[in-house]
T-cell receptor, first 110, second 114 residues
Framework: EDQVTQSPEALRLQEGESSSLNCSYT??????LFWYRQDPGKGPEFLFT???AGEEKEKERLKATLTKKESFLHITAPKPEDSATYLC???????????FGPGTRLSVLP | DGGITQSPKYLFRKEGQNVTLSCEQN?????MYWYRQDPGQGLRLIYY???????QKGDIAEGYSVSREKKESFPLTVTSAQKNPTAFYLC?????????????FGSGTRLTVV
């Protein structure tokens, strides 16, 4: 059974203080790993798709990386507007659907 | 602009009542999904549909029902058989079965039992 865990559950950073969020997964053949951002009371917004170990994707202050067992979302010099919950999801080679992790709630203080 | 519209944003249900959540998309996506989100848990799949007039149960389908009479619409009914319906419900869509960009989500409906 596919599983996704995320750590930490919550993270509080000062503006400009870089850090990383972790997504660990167990999947029977990875088709893709997805990162989403979710603001309170809103639906998740797509950020990245990663397909194979060693792959990296960047968008503004965010960089996602992938290994065979986990993915990291690195946040460089975050700003208060980066505050959100970040969700990780995996899709395996056999199933139609995704398995989501519980998310990491990020707060960036000015 | 294309997107997914969920309504209402907030919904209150009395014990024993059925309620229907609306989901409409104008993205011309084939597949549509319903997820439930509870605090501290990952999104859990309720139902999904890949084509009109066809749908499949997800991981937590008990107490829910859906229909897919039009490509654009995928309403979810929360029946009285669902014992703990208070949650945030998300509708999503994708172009096909292997979405390279994952899902496009709606803005959600928060259902509360009163």
């Amino acid at each position: 059974e596919d599983q996704v865990t995320q750590s930490p559950e919550a993270l509080r950073l000062q503006e400009g203080e870089s850090s990383s969020l972790n997504c660990s997964y167990t999947v029977s053949g990875l088709r893709g790993l997805f990162w989403y951002r979710q603001d309170p009371g809103k639906g998740p917004e797509f950020l990245f798709t990663l397909y194979s170990a060693g792959e990296e994707k960047e968008k503004e202050r965010l960089k996602a990386t992938l290994t065979k067992k986990e993915s990291f979302l690195h946040i460089t010099a975050p700003k208060p507007e980066d505050s959100a919950t970040y969700l990780c999801a995996v899709q395996d080679n056999y199933g139609q659907n995704f398995v989501f992790g519980p998310g990491t709630r990020l707060s960036v203080l000015p | 602009d294309g997107g997914i519209t969920q309504s209402p944003k907030y919904l209150f249900r009395k014990e024993g009542q059925n309620v229907t959540l609306s989901c409409e998309q104008n993205l011309n996506h084939d597949a549509m999904y319903w997820y439930r989100q509870d605090p501290g848990q990952g999104l859990r799949l309720i139902y999904y549909s890949q084509i009109v007039n066809d749908f499949q149960k997800g991981d937590i389908a008990e107490g829910y029902s859906v229909s897919r009479e039009k490509k654009e619409s995928f309403p979810l009914t929360v029946t009285s058989a669902q014992k703990n319906p208070t949650a945030f419900y998300l509708c999503a869509s994708s172009i096909g079965g292997t979405p390279n960009h994952g899902y496009t989500f709606g803005s959600g409906t928060r259902l509360t039992v009163v």
